[in-house]
Every structure is written in C-alpha cells, then in structure tokens.
C-alpha cells in the first residue's frame, strides 16, 4: 500500500470527540481484559495518532507503533514527550514487511477491517508475540458498509465475530476472548466494536 489514505485526515483526526471517546473506551477495555505490567514491550498495529497508545503507556514500559502512514506518524511523534513509556515507531506495511522483533502482547484498534489477509495476519501476530503474550485487537462488528462515508483501503464491513476468531485460534492463539469494547453512532445507528483478547 504506496497511497497515504489518511494525509488528509491526520492533522484533524483527534478533533474528533466520537473518536478520542471510543479509543478510550477500547483502552480500558484493555486494561480489564489483559494482565500489562510496567516490564513490558507492547506492539501498537496501526497507531495512526496514537489515541490507544498513550492511554495504554502509563501500564508497559515500551510500545512501538507500526503504521503505514506517514502522515499519522508525523501527529504521534509529537506526542512523544508526553507518553507514559519509552516510544519506538516503525513505518511499515506489516502485510509486506516482517520484523524481527518479538513482543509480550499485540494492541489494534480499528486497523483490521483495513487488512486484505486477516488470517494471514493472525499468523504474523503469532510469529510476533513472546510464548505467554497476548493479543488485544478492537474492531468493527459486521456492518452494511455504511459506517465509512468513503470506503478507500477497507477490505472488510466489520467482521463476524466467530470467524474472527477462529482466524485467531487457526493461527495458534488459545483462549480466544471476546467482549463489546464500545459503540459509536454514525449514520442514524449504533455500531458496535469488539475487542478480542486470546494468548499465545
């Protein structure tokens, strides 16, 4: 993916109320539903902003956010020195680039339903979590293709919920989790997210 589809959205994206509510409602979503601890080194897929990031700081002690947009990265270098742990950024397109790192847990939201492969990406995230890590990953439950006003670089309408996960399960996580991390309302209805938690 060579096209920036959030340049033009990135300098207003934490504007949003709706948006900075929602990510705040999946952060303590999170926290409830994963043991952090102040030891560990968290992956962030698809940081954009880093709305999740910073509110997941104050618990780990790094996080590194992958994204693919220059434009998103840019915003979250600015918040940098406010963050509550030490901050690693990698611009990447995870589909296509592997890393050689590992991680005690995987934190997303709202980047799937932006991924071609969800299996293959489960599969990724396996390769990438520690033995006794953790996934946390926050998305849309299936929708009528309404949510976004401009559907460029989505690949999926939400997910259904036990496909989702048997995608995790098939990639090897276990104790695969679901709970409702929030609900945003767009369009004259409520849409719910997910948040699946599994282990390696």
Known sequence: MSRDFFAA????????????????????????????????????????????????????????????????IAQLEQ??????????????????????????????????????????????????VRPGGFIAIADLDQEDGKFHAEDTGVFHFGFERTAFGDSAAQAGFRDVTFSTASTMYRHGRDYPLFLLTASR
Do not use: W
């Not at 300098?11 to 409602?25: A, L, P």
């Not at 296509?96 to 799937?112: K, L, R, Y």
């Open 9 to 72: 959205k990135a300098g207003q994206y934490d504007q949003s109320r709706e948006r900075v509510d929602n990510v705040g409602n999946i952060a303590e979503a999170i926290i409830r539903g994963v043991k952090l601890e102040r030891s560990m080194h968290l992956m962030d897929f698809g940081a954009g902003t880093g709305l999740l990031l910073e509110r997941i700081a104050p618990h780990v002690g790094k996080i590194t956010a992958v994204d693919v947009s220059p434009a998103m």
């Open 79 to 128: 918040k940098r020195p406010q963050l509550g742990c030490e901050l690693a950024i990698a611009q990447l397109d995870l589909e296509q680039t592997a890393m050689n790192e590992t991680f005690d847990g995987i934190i997303s939201s709202m980047t799937m339903h932006h991924i071609r492969e969800i299996g293959l990406m489960f599969s990724r995230f396996y390769q990438l």
